[in-house]
């Protein structure tokens, strides 16, 4: 179903806007996985309280960047960041896919390698927004994992992704601390 799956991006954007009139601090991040959007769910949860975070999903049809920033009106995530007054999460998670987990690996070496590489980064952009009480962490896009026959594996994302064309929406309003 999700891969055939309207685009939805608009519906995002008009839910984005809502929340930063109502005084939510956004955070945009290049590429949330479904895997970070979980994690993040669960540091909030812990600190905050379970019914402090909603997680919503989006369709980004092409599971790319530029169709985002198109269904924005913005010519970059740097621009849309600028215009919305959010923190921008771009280099830390999007090029370490591509970088670091888009190379045919084993895909143990992947886990350990997604660990250590991503794990810090969602700390740090969840604490961030746990700091703000009333925030939201938005995406463009996630990625999917390819294997081959021979269980050697690779992150991406793009059209032919399927799990990459979901964009997250991770809402909090975290009371106490």
């Known amino acids: 179903m999700l891969a055939k799956a309207s685009d939805t991006l608009s519906l995002m954007d008009r839910e984005v806007r809502g929340l930063g009139f109502k005084g939510y601090k956004p955070f945009l991040v290049d590429c949330l996985g479904l895997a970070e959007a979980y994690e993040i769910y669960c540091i909030v949860s812990n600190i905050c309280g379970n019914i402090s975070v909603i997680v919503k999903a989006y369709v980004n049809s092409r599971a790319l960047t530029e169709e ?46 997604a660990e250590a590489g991503l794990a810090p980064v969602i700390k740090s952009i969840a604490s961030d927004a746990i700091n703000f009480r009333k925030a939201f962490i938005f995406s463009d896009h996630g990625y999917d994992t390819f294997c081959t026959p021979q269980g050697e594996c690779y992150l991406e994302h793009g059209p032919q992704s399927t799990l990459a064309k979901i964009a997250p929406l991770i809402i909090i309003n975290c009371i106490k601390l």
């Open 68 to 113: 985002f920033t198109l269904k924005y009106h913005a010519a970059s995530m740097s621009e849309l960041a600028r215009v919305i007054g959010a923190s921008l999460y771009q280099k830390a998670t999007d090029s370490y896919i591509h970088e670091e987990l888009g190379k045919l690996q084993k895909l143990d070496n992947i886990l350990s390698r």
